[in-house]
């Protein structure tokens, strides 16, 4: 099997390779960097049609979407997924959840903080930080707040997000347990703690190695 990870600085394919450490195969990394505005090159369109990472070429078939990638070789290697029928209801949650709920208002907060610091004229800048202090209030802070509030109840009751056992969807949460502890870490100490025992995994450290910190600071 020939493995290829287009891999972009400070992105959520950090993923991708952490799967590919755990499970102790061979692969190749092609680097991808960010352009001045921190978006991916309009060049990784050659790759996919949409151009969004992760992508990783297994075999001549590209391969996108970090859930379905992490599905993929969970199937294909018969490893790192659900061992019991438990398990494997909070494993299917979890491996969608992380980017299909809590993901979303993440990055919504996260583009309302940037417009806030963004340079413009003075005139301005009461209507754009009101405009996004609604948005906030309204939608992002709230829903926030509902879904760490669910993570961090999640993580108080079991070691790992499907159960007794480290799987996938540990590593599809990866990011959206970074993303939150970046906003209010003091307040989730089950997430910090499993966030502590992730990134000591030894194929997690691997893979940073070869990949970077998952986002700018970390």
């Given at each position: 099997m020939t493995?290829?990870?287009?891999h972009l600085d400070y992105s959520?394919?950090?993923?991708v390779l952490w799967?590919?450490?755990?499970?102790?195969?061979?692969?190749?990394v092609k680097?991808?960097?960010?352009?001045?505005?921190?978006?991916?090159?309009?060049?990784?369109?050659?790759i996919h049609?949409?151009?969004?990472?992760?992508?990783?070429?297994?075999?001549?078939?590209?391969l996108a979407e970090s859930g379905a990638i992490l599905e993929y070789f969970a199937e294909r290697e018969g490893r790192l997924g659900p061992t019991s029928d438990a398990e494997k209801l909070e494993y299917r949650?979890?491996?969608h959840y992380g980017e299909g709920s809590v993901m979303p208002p993440l990055l919504v907060q996260l583009l309302l903080t940037k417009l806030r610091a963004a340079p413009m004229p003075f005139f301005v800048k009461p209507v754009a930080r009101g405009i996004a202090s609604k948005?906030?209030?309204?939608y992002s802070g709230p829903a926030i707040d509902l879904h760490l509030g669910f993570v961090e109840k999640t993580l108080a009751t079991r070691p790992y997000f499907a159960g007794e056992h480290f799987t996938m969807a540990d590593i599809q949460m990866f990011y959206p347990v970074v993303g939150g502890l970046t906003r209010s870490a003091a307040e989730r100490p089950?997430?910090?703690a499993w966030w502590n025992r992730m990134r000591s995994r030894d194929a997690y450290v691997r893979a940073e190695a070869k990949g970077g910190a998952p986002v700018p600071g970390r």
């Open positions: 493995i290829t990870v287009h959520r394919s950090l993923r799967m590919l450490e755990e499970l102790g195969l061979d692969y190749d680097e991808w960097k960010r352009d001045d505005n921190f978006r991916a090159p309009a060049e990784a369109t050659r049609p949409l151009g969004r990472f992760p992508m990783i070429e297994v075999d001549g078939h590209v949650f979890f491996l948005m906030e209030k309204a089950h997430m910090k």
